[in-house]
């Protein structure tokens, strides 16, 4: 393959990035949308141990975290990716997923979207007509970069030898929060402003 093809490979690859990007997450969003809709349908059924466990908030149409609505297949499919990603790439000693990942809530919601964005990938290449730059996308921009980023950002990275439970932050100081809200000019009472 010749320097030119390469190049008209790789710019062809860019714009079919571009364009399919917005339209990947519009489906996504629509996806999670419905998704959310349904769990919310079955909490009010009698599904109110997820319910409970929500983030604070007033607003029934928000949605909630992945592991607050995942079911226990969705917990089993996840684990049983993340142990053949594990095994697979057999990833450096510094990229390790370690066995107490369901513990670390942080880290358990980067596994569950780095999951969903390998479905969508694995799916476009499998029913891509041609030569497709999905799977190799996901590579360069999701796999390797959320590992890192589960590594450096989370407390996870000290359960090398030992579980290390996370800790918790801090919550809002009620007493800031009503300053600023009472500090706001009038146009913006009624919607935070960040």
């Not at 399919?20 to 959310?36: A, I, T």
């Not at 349908?41 to 599904?47: E, L, V």
Request: net charge negative.
């Amino acid at each position: 393959m010749s320097a030119e093809q390469l190049e008209e490979l790789v710019r062809q690859f860019a714009l079919r990035v571009k364009r399919e990007q917005h339209e990947v997450e519009e489906v996504l969003g629509e996806v999670l949308q419905r998704l959310s809709a349904l769990e919310q349908g079955q909490a009010r059924q009698g599904g109110t141990e997820a319910a409970a466990a929500a983030p604070a908030g007033d607003d029934p149409a928000m949605p909630s975290p992945w592991s607050y609505r995942a079911t226990e297949k969705d917990w089993r499919d996840l684990a049983g990716w993340v142990d053949w990603i594990s095994t697979h790439y057999a990833p450096q000693l510094n990229l390790r997923i370690w066995p107490c990942w369901p513990s670390h809530g942080g880290v358990v919601e980067e596994l569950a979207a780095l999951h969903a964005a390998w479905r969508a990938a694995a799916l476009a290449d499998a029913e891509s007509q041609s030569v497709s730059p999905d799977m190799a996308y996901w590579h360069q921009m999701w796999l390797w970069p959320t590992l890192d980023r589960i590594r450096q950002n989370y407390m996870f990275k000290s359960c090398e030898t030992d579980h290390t439970p996370d800790r918790a932050g801090r919550p809002t100081d009620p007493t800031v929060l009503e300053n600023r809200i009472a500090a706001a000019p009038a146009r913006d009472k009624g919607k935070m402003s960040t």
